[in-house]
């Protein structure tokens, strides 16, 4: 398989009044999973329908290895999407979407058949789409974009309506691709989604980007050297860290976050104090924290998005177990 | 779930070069996966049948009126015998013949010196002594009196005639559906006509004159296989008196029988046998009048004065008021083509809309960047579909409906094998020209309900308008001349003749249009449509 990249260089669109990209750029590689996360409304449909051909940018371009979508023959041969899984005809049965789709491409009734087992279909691809549940819709969506077996993968928000076992199932056949070094480009509004799955992290915002990072260094950013400290004796603790130069931070009744020390050194200014502990640990920040962390100065953002911010918070109290 | 069956293979890839017979196959795949869609068309083409062969079904004819008012007689019993020109079209063939035979070559030249008539049936004071009771004084536009140069007696003969006429001056007619105009002007004895007819060989040339010594010619027919020895003489006859006013859904009005009576002179012939006898004959043994008809058709011969009464038409037969029998067409069974096309519309304008409505556009625009040929590939299958369909309703409309109304005693006027397959390969083209159309309106509009609407509006509505005569004399032609409805001339069998006296409407079944400019209209309608939706399509985003 050709290694592939998808190149967007500075898109720019508006809808009317409305700016819908301002000036997104970001690179996917092959070999990873890309996650594109941003709030509903940040860009991540648009950006996709123009690397498609669909939407047309007032400026800027999207590549798909170097060459415009558009001037691509067979392009499900280069670049497998899945944008809605909705978008079926429900009278159609399942098995004759992706045979339409194939016959558009050159492809045979066998590849189909291929896909259909790839997706884990098999029992259910003669029924008609109109009667299949949403997983079982993002299932057909990924046969489809699988059908010319791409280097390239697009898939908006595909864990959206999967049960548990699918979304174990999706991770894992996103991870397998990437495996085979394909470029996947998946997006989520829902962080947690792509906590295990991405390798690489484009988080945009208002039509841009907001960061363009590695996951683990996204996390280790967020990070940072903080530490936490579980004690009975936080006063004494706050001082004689304070006086070694860290910064303290009460975060619940015998817990402490320290930062500007690394661990090694809080036990070694703990135990030359004689303040007892029982555990200090260094901060492990979740994709969650991360998210949290860039964007809490962004408060014009946020302020300005509160459809895009609620998404958010709830995925927050899913996932904020850790840390605080 | 296990993704150790997601091991990458190379799919097994059938690329061909030609990329648009992919595209095409596609389109015809996305097609018959909707059972509904083909479903509609097997619809489309059932409603054309069934409704066209009520058409012939709807038809009762009694004939040879038995004791009381019934008739003695109905069904195929009652099919008239319609006598068929040299091109195999029916014809009227009904005239008084005052003639002799002629061997070889030769000619005939006359001098007409009145064209007078009578007729039944409308208003006015009867005639005063009149062999016939309720018969008024007046000549029909059409009314002939003239000379002629026939195979035979028997109908359907070729001939070749010069004529005066009511109120189309001179003519030279020839073969029931040639008509050349001569001297304009009416005839009587202060300006009367000279006539002359030459045959030599296949080819007869006629002439005429206003004195008798300046000749024009008026035209030549060829006449192919005329006998040896043909028959030469003198001719009267005169259609059917009609008095007709438009009327809420078709015409009402006044049609009775009619005499024209020429007087004639100077009749000299060459290259007959000299002295030969005139024979006078009633041609069509029309008998109009009953017992009266051998009193009134009739010929007088005093000196070289010839007075010639008959009374029919010798012209091709017409279907409306002017038809001697009843008559039907082929096309009457292809009356239920519009419904036909509304559901064929449905079905094309879904085509494309049900993708936008689920946003499949998208999924067929990312497989296929080229958007141009997304909406020709679709075109291209659904004309072809509402092709198929049209013709094989048609092809099943029309015989089986020609046998029925046999067997009603309804007589078809025949057409030529050509024309019959332009009027059913024409019904399928304009299926799928309207089908292409809904397609490129389906584009522009995206939406199911606009799209149908527009173009049921466009083209079946002034259809319906048109024909069913409900809108004022000349709108109805026109919206039939300007509307994609113009379309349906290309169903029309039997041509308009400015020679016989008819209602041509669309009423009756006559286009104002000719048949391939009608169609032409439809297709530039969706060649409009289609150039504004490749236009959008492209434009737009998906």
Known sequence: ?324 | MSTGTLTPRRPGLRRGRDSYWQLLRAEWTKFRTVRGWVIGMIVAALVMVLIGLFAAGSAHIGCGGGPGNSPALSGAACLPHVPTGPGGEAVTDSFYFVRQPLAGNGSITVRITALTGQYGGGGGPAIPGSALSDMHRGIQPWSKAGIIIADSTKQGSAYAAMMVTGSHGVAMQDDYTQDIAGLPGTVSAASPRWLRLTRSGDTVTGYDSADGTGWTRVGTAHLAGLSATVQVGLLATSPSYMHLTPFFGGSSGQVGPSLATGVFDHVSLSGGRPGGAWTGDNVGNSDAYGSQTSRVETFRQAGGRFTVTGSGDIAPDVTGPASGVPTATIENHLVGTFAGLIAVVVVAAMFMTAEYRRGLIRTTLAATPRRGRVLAAKAFVIGLVAFVTGLVAAAVAVPIGIRLDRGEGQYVLPVTLLTEVRVLAGTAALLAVAAVFAVAVGTMLRRSAAAVAAVIVVIVLPYILGVAGLLPEGAGEWLLRLSPAAAFAIQQSMPQYPQVANVYTPANGYFPLAPWAGFAVLCGYAALALGAAFFLLRRRDA
Do not use: C
């Open chain 1, 1 to 324: 398989m050709e290694p592939t990249t998808i190149e967007v260089n500075d898109l720019h669109k508006r809808f009317g009044p409305t700016v819908a990209l301002d000036g997104m750029s970001f690179t996917v590689m092959p070999g990873q999973v890309t996650g594109f996360i941003g709030p509903n409304g940040a860009g991540k449909s648009t950006t996709m329908r123009v690397i498609l051909g669909l939407d047309g940018a007032d400026a800027g371009r999207a590549m798909i290895g170097g060459r415009p979508y558009r001037s691509l023959q067979h392009p499900l041969s280069h670049v497998g999407s899945l944008l809605d899984a909705a978008a079926l005809q429900p009278s159609r049965r399942a098995r004759n979407h992706l045979l339409w789709l194939a016959h558009s491409q050159g492809l045979t009734a066998r590849r189909v058949d291929e896909v259909i087992e790839q997706a884990g279909l098999e029992t259910a691809a003669r029924r008609k789409a109109g009667g299949y549940s949403l997983g079982m819709r993002q299932r057909l969506g990924i046969a489809a974009a699988m059908l010319g077996d791409p280097p390239v993968l697009m898939l908006d928000e595909p864990f959206n309506g999967l049960d548990p076992e699918g979304i174990v199932w999706m991770r894992g056949f996103l991870r397998s691709l990437a495996a085979e070094g394909r470029a996947v480009l998946v997006s989520s509004h829902l962080m947690s989604e792509l906590q295990d799955t991405a390798d690489h992290l484009v988080i945009v915002g208002r039509g841009k980007v907001i960061a363009d990072t590695s996951t683990a260094a996204l996390l280790a950013a967020a990070s940072g050297d903080r530490v936490t400290l579980r004690t009975t004796a936080q006063e004494e603790a706050t001082t004689v860290l304070s006086h070694a130069g860290a910064t303290v931070a009460v975060t619940d009744g015998n817990t402490l976050m320290v930062s500007g020390l690394a661990a090694g050194h809080v036990v070694t200014v703990l135990g030359d104090n004689a303040v007892p502990f029982s555990e200090v640990s260094a901060h492990r920040a979740t994709l969650e924290e991360a998210y949290m962390e860039l964007t809490r100065d962004a408060a014009e953002f946020r302020a300005a998005a509160p459809g895009g911010s609620s998404p958010w918070a709830s995925s927050g109290v899913e996932s904020g177990e850790a840390g605080r």
